[in-house]
Nanobody, 114 residues
Framework: QVQLVESGGGLVQAGGSLRLSCAASGSIFSINSMGWYRQPPGKLREWVATITSGWTTYADSVKGRFTISRDNAKNTVYLQMNSLKPEDTAVYYC?????????WGQGTQVTVSS
């Protein structure tokens, strides 16, 4: 299994943008599904977005504001986050594979101030 390392988190004002990156230790070319999840403070981890064979799906809460993409040549998955809201504050995790299979990254903190 590949190891995943997220980066790009930080503190941003509401309405701002951040781009998260998820770098894999090996090739992600053969990994069909890559996704982003988040865990807000005091809440359970929740799904944010998935990219599968070029198709993208999003949670309703981020649809139209977030964009997931992947660069197989760089073994990296991205999450472009625009129009950020305070409720987007969370630790964001990258995951490879679908269901219970695959790997998780260690997470990157995103804090959106009002």
């Amino acid at each position: 299994q590949v190891q995943l390392v997220e980066s790009g988190g930080g503190l941003v004002q509401a309405g701002g943008s951040l781009r998260l990156s998820c770098a894999a230790s090996g090739s992600i070319f053969s990994i069909n599904s890559m996704g982003w999840y988040r865990q807000p403070p005091g809440k359970l981890r929740e799904w944010v977005a998935t990219i599968t064979s070029g198709w993208t799906t999003y949670a309703d809460s981020v649809k139209g504001r977030f964009t997931i993409s992947r660069d197989n040549a760089k073994n990296t998955v991205y999450l472009q986050m625009n129009s950020l809201k305070p409720e987007d504050t969370a630790v964001y995790y990258c995951k490879s594979g679908s269901g219970s299979s695959g790997s998780w990254g260690q997470g990157t903190q995103v804090t959106v101030s009002s």
